[in-house]
């Protein structure tokens, strides 16, 4: 298993800013996951944070709007730019340490837009 | 392409009863089923999963989980449940790296 750490826990912001969300794995993971999840909604993959180059992103999400960071094996960054309510989610951080197993979630920060 | 779908998006049940929370997916590759719990203002944590092997998985907490290929179903059971197992599940379907949930069942466990 691994031991996620995600920052902040929950924050409001005001409409125009941005937010960057850090996910802190306590051992070396071959993957790491940024997820989406709207209120009462499951879970949408927002994009897969690859060490020393872009994201791939899914589709409806863009880098502009959504920039990630994975400088090593154990922390990624997730930057939502430009918020407006619409972005108030639940972010999760997610990892795999192989392929074809169980991913490994953090504890979420609540983002709240006003 | 691979979809997860569950059926009930809420199921209320009384202590001590048992519950059944369905999931059926659809996938054209290697199956690898999971279900995860989500408590309030928490994160996911895996109950149980299904990677190869015997069709009956046991997780934590008493869950249970059958693997049923020819009905792509993958339900959640457990024969008593407490107050404690309020909480969001989901069903998710796995290949290779990426991950598909459903849309998630509350489990409301009543007095």
């Known amino acids: 298993s691994a031991v996620i750490s995600q920052k902040p826990s929950r924050d409001i912001c005001q409409r125009g800013t941005s937010l960057t969300i850090q996910c802190q794995v306590d051992?070396?993971?071959?993957?790491m996951f940024w997820y989406r999840q709207q209120p009462g909604q499951s879970l949408t993959l927002i994009a897969t944070a690859n060490q020393g180059s872009e994201a791939t992103y899914e589709s409806g999400f863009v880098i502009d709007k959504f920039p990630i960071s994975r400088p090593n094996l154990t922390f990624s960054t997730l930057t939502v730019s430009n918020m407006s309510p619409e972005d108030s989610s639940i972010y999760l951080c997610?990892?795999?340490?192989?392929?074809?197993?169980?991913?490994?979630f953090g504890q979420g920060t609540r983002l709240t837009v006003v | 392409a691979q979809s997860v779908t569950q059926l009930d998006s809420q199921v209320p049940v009384f202590e001590e009863a048992p519950v059944e929370l369905r999931c059926n997916y659809s996938?054209?590759?290697?199956?690898?089923l999971f279900w995860y719990v989500q408590y309030p203002n928490q994160g996911l944590q895996l109950l149980l999963k299904?990677?190869?092997?015997?069709?009956l998985v046991k997780g934590i907490n008493g869950f249970e989980a059958e693997f049923n290929k020819s009905q792509t179903s993958f339900h959640l059971r457990k024969p008593s449940v407490h107050i404690s197992d309020t909480a969001e599940y989901f069903c998710?379907?796995?290949?290779?790296?990426?991950?598909?949930f459903g849309t998630g069942t509350r489990l409301k466990v009543l007095a």
């Open positions: 996938s054209s590759v290697s199956v690898y």
């Open positions: 997610s990892v795999l340490f192989r392929a074809n197993t169980e991913a490994f």
């Open positions: 998710a379907v796995g290949g290779t790296y990426k991950y598909i």
């Open positions: 051992s070396q993971v071959t993957m």
């Open positions: 299904y990677l190869s092997g015997s069709t």
